[in-house]
T-cell receptor, first 108, second 114 residues
Framework: GQQVMQIPQYQHVQEGEDFTTYCNSS?????IQWYKQRPGGHPVFLIQ?????EVKKQKRLTFQFGEAKKNSSLHITATQTTDVGTYFC????????FGTGTQLKVEL | DSGVTQTPKHLITATGQRVTLRCSPR?????VYWYQQSLDQGLQFLIQ???????AKGNILERFSAQQFPDLHSELNLSSLELGDSALYFC?????????????FGEGSRLTVL
């Protein structure tokens, strides 16, 4: 079955540093979605990427979809404490398989 | 507020017992998904319903069952509970069957089995 792996599993950064999480699939994805879950909260949709090589930005967040549509990344520039949480990807239009998630902690 | 309502928010029960978790999807959404999230774990898909019909099934235990009613709300039934069933159970909804479109998650039901 489809496998979606995320790396790293955990990331601690100092406030102001950049952060990147990667999502890798064993199969080609029709699209990919990213979600953020704050500590104690529920997952919240961030974005969906559909096209090969697509890049989308949301303020300090940059999302990329790989040319082969098998991987994706989320990059946060100059992290803030509000970025703390776990970032999940889910791909292939298959909401049944979420990535393992990357837990981000931001220290002052 | 995602528009997805889950009850109860917290539930404490004993091993061997049975509980029912309820989910009301966003207005207009026909799909309901159930996920299990154990401590510091990812989201494990359990089951999906679309307009009253079971659409997809994940690694849902035989002790667990679910259904979606004509008014589109859904219930997840967990029986013969074990300590390992302690987790956060999320319901999510979407308009379509799942190819595109975002998922809207409820705030979850935290189940503690003692």
């Amino acid at each position: 079955g489809q496998q979606v792996m995320q790396i790293p599993q955990y990331q601690h950064v100092q406030e102001g540093e950049d952060f990147t999480t990667y999502c890798n699939s064993s199969t080609t994805l029709s699209n990919i979605q990213w979600y953020k879950q704050r500590p104690g909260g529920h997952p919240v949709f961030l974005i969906q990427l559909v096209k090969s090589g697509e890049v989308k930005k949301q303020k300090r967040l940059t999302f990329q979809f790989g040319e082969a549509k098998k991987n994706s990344s989320l990059h946060i520039t100059a992290t803030q404490t509000t970025d703390v949480g776990t970032y999940f990807c889910t791909g292939g239009g298959n909401k049944l398989t979420f990535g393992t998630g990357t837990q981000l902690k931001v220290e002052l | 507020d995602s528009g997805v309502t889950q009850t109860p928010k917290h539930l404490i029960t004993a091993t061997g017992q049975r509980v029912t978790l309820r989910c009301s999807p966003r207005s207009g959404d026909l799909s309901v998904y159930w996920y299990q999230q154990s401590l510091d774990q990812g989201l494990q898909f359990l089951i999906q319903y679309y307009n009253g019909e079971e659409r997809a099934k994940g690694n849902i235990l035989e002790r667990f069952s679910a259904q979606q009613f004509p008014d589109l709300h859904s219930e997840l039934n967990l029986s013969s509970l074990e300590l390992g069933d302690s987790a956060l159970y999320f319901c999510a909804s979407s308009v379509g069957q799942g190819v595109t479109g975002e998922l809207f998650f409820g705030e979850g039901s935290r189940l503690t089995v003692l």
